[in-house]
């Protein structure tokens, strides 16, 4: 099952600029993670952000969670053409330990 | 984190054959992997959940008999595509939990692209 929608599904921007994605989910969550995955590569964790949590920051990404809307958005600042990729978001509600639910991705393409 | 292997990275079978991929949790013992599956331009579906040592819990519309999980030991489970058609080429993808104390973290493996002829 997946959570819901990620916004946009594509998008393509030039280096320097910043990259805004969103992502929707539908349940209660513990957290949500977001990931990058390089064409037909494995995932790259990028950060967590916790259900209590409201804004996190990890060098030029930028994470916002709104538990009443059910959103998350992930800023990238001066992109790079390296920061071309699909990304997602993932939640979990249960325990520790239970699987990821991944959102329907966002694939940024960034030109030099 | 934790390091995560997938074997073989890339396997071409014909129609009808069977598949092993396998996971290994390389420097902690895992006692939940999970398997996830990834169409080409689509985002990861959870499969099933491989518990070391119990039979795996499969999700809604993902047959069991022919996704064959076996988490026999902490570091390793292997996924068993019986009977491969030309609908199951995809993407697989492993990840281990390391429930910590506050989070649950997930180490993902690299992938296995399946492609059947």
């Known amino acids: 099952s997946q959570q819901g929608e990620e916004d946009p599904q594509a998008l393509s921007i030039q280096e320097g600029e910043n990259a805004t994605m969103n992502c929707s989910y539908k349940?209660?969550?513990?957290?949500l993670q977001w990931y990058r995955q390089n064409s037909g590569r494995g995932l790259v964790h990028l950060i967590l952000?916790?259900?209590?949590?409201r804004e996190k920051h990890s060098g030029r990404l930028r994470v916002t969670l709104d538990t009443s809307k059910k959103s998350s958005s992930l800023l990238i600042t001066a992109s790079r053409a390296a920061d071309t990729a699909s990304y997602f978001c993932?939640?979990?509600?249960?325990?520790?330990?239970?699987?990821?639910?991944f959102g329907k991705g966002t694939t940024l393409s960034v030109s030099s | 984190g934790a390091v995560v292997s997938q074997h073989p990275s890339r396997v071409i079978c014909k129609s009808g054959t069977s598949v092993k991929i396998e996971c290994r949790s390389l420097?902690?013992?895992?006692?939940?992997m999970f398997w996830y599956r990834q169409f080409p331009k689509q985002s990861l579906m959870l499969m099933a959940t491989?518990?070391?040592?119990?039979?795996?819990?499969?999700e809604q519309g993902v047959e069991k008999d022919k996704f064959l999980i076996n988490h026999a030991s902490l570091t390793l489970s292997t996924l068993t595509v019986t009977s491969a058609h030309p609908e199951d080429s995809s993407f697989y993808i492993c990840?281990?939990?390391?429930?910590?104390?506050?989070?649950?973290?997930?180490?993902f493996g690299p992938g296995t692209r399946l492609t059947v002829l």
């Open positions: 990840s281990v939990s390391f429930p910590s104390v506050s989070y649950n973290e997930q180490f």
């Open positions: 349940t209660s969550i513990n957290n």
């Open positions: 993932a939640t979990d509600a249960g325990q520790a330990g239970t699987a990821l639910i």
């Open positions: 420097d902690f013992q895992a006692t939940t």
């Open positions: 491989s518990n070391e040592g119990s039979k795996a819990t499969y």
């Open positions: 952000i916790r259900s209590n949590e």
